[in-house]
């Protein structure tokens, strides 16, 4: 969407222009000028480099955020810009800019309420960029809650039967919810997991249930690890004895996933929106465009639009439209 009060494209991150308010969301680069927005601590929304400190994100996202960039970043705020809970994880953001037209960033985002944490909330808005990492038909979820009844009496049945668990899964976000289900298991935190949650807790004061991982335990006992630790050490003595092992992501609603990810189990527990809770969030949230953004963008777009009747665009399409317009500005330079 692109007008003289309103601008919307891809750059340093997603780069908006509203009246007199400039933002990035999820900038690659912390520019010095104009607002940096980081909606939460995953590697995949952080920065890469840095001119300036200063963001506008959670107290728990700046935390995270710094211990993993190695560089302390200092709170930011805009009168406006609304900070609002995506449900994705703990200390995770959407924006709602106000510069006359309203545009709302959901950032990766789950609005369904589930152990405690509390789901996104749809608001209205004028443009809406939204995420579609499960954007295609087909990627709906079981309830939440229901997968976390599965996925401890799977824990605890293979505790019974004297095995060991090693659940592998996200070290921020995915981890916490885990100790949600399984915190009086008094579970093994494994390598990364445990500075993550601990970094959780100080930020966002909350306390969990769980025991930091120094080796094997002789009984038959739950670890939970990092998809990054799989061939770690601490999981290759586990496997000496008797262990049982599962995946836990949205991906392994897929068939066959746990058999590619070679472990015994897999869960579909999803920090992110599926399918059909994405375009009730969209419908909910009434806007004149929705810009679609990772994952199957294409196919949410079209459903948006065939579905909702509301003007829909993957955000790849206008970053190769401006690639476009530049090599036609090029070559008319030359003729």
């Not at 510069?99 to 309420?113: H, N, Q, R, S």
Request: hydrophobic share 35%.
């Amino acid at each position: 969407m692109e007008g003289d009060a309103l601008s919307i494209r891809p750059g340093n991150g997603i780069e908006l222009v509203s009246g007199e308010v400039t933002c990035r969301f999820d900038p690659h680069k912390l520019a010095g000028e104009g607002l940096n927005c980081i909606s939460h601590a995953h590697s995949d929304h952080l920065p890469r480099s840095m001119e300036s400190d200063r963001a506008i994100a959670s107290r728990v996202t700046l935390r995270c955020a710094s211990e993993r960039l190695g560089r302390r970043l200092v709170e930011d705020e805009s009168p406006h810009v609304r900070m609002l809970d995506s449900g994705h994880i703990r200390g995770s953001r959407m924006f709602l800019v106000d510069g006359g037209a309203k545009v709302l960033y959901t950032g990766d985002m789950c609005p369904e309420d589930r152990f405690g944490m509390k789901g996104a909330r749809p608001a209205k808005a004028d443009a809406l960029i939204i995420e579609s990492t499960y954007g295609q038909r087909g990627w709906d979820f079981p309830p939440r809650e229901e997968i976390g009844r599965v996925i401890r009496d799977w824990a605890e049945d293979s505790l019974a039967q004297g095995f060991s668990v090693a659940l592998f899964t996200y070290p921020l976000g995915k981890s916490q919810l885990l100790l949600d289900i399984l915190g009086d298991l008094e579970p093994y935190l494994v390598d990364n997991v445990l500075c993550s949650t601990q970094w959780v807790e100080e930020e966002g004061g909350e306390e969990f249930r769980y025991r930091p991982c120094q080796g094997c335990s002789s009984a038959p006992s739950v670890y939970i690890c990092s998809t990054g630790s799989m061939k770690g050490a601490t999981v290759q003595g586990l496997r000496k004895g008797k262990l049982r092992t599962a995946y836990v992501s949205g991906w392994a609603l897929r068939r066959g996933f746990f058999n590619h990810m070679r472990v015994d189990e897999g869960f579909p527990l999803s920090d992110h929106a599926g399918h059909d809770e994405l375009l009730e969030f969209v419908r909910a949230c009434g806007p004149s465009i929705v810009y679609t953004n990772h994952g199957f963008d294409e196919d949410l777009a079209s459903d948006i639009r065939m579905r909702l009747g509301i003007e829909a665009r993957p955000l790849k399409e206008l970053k190769e439209e401006g690639r476009r317009k530049r090599t036609q500005r090029k070559l008319m330079e030359y003729h």
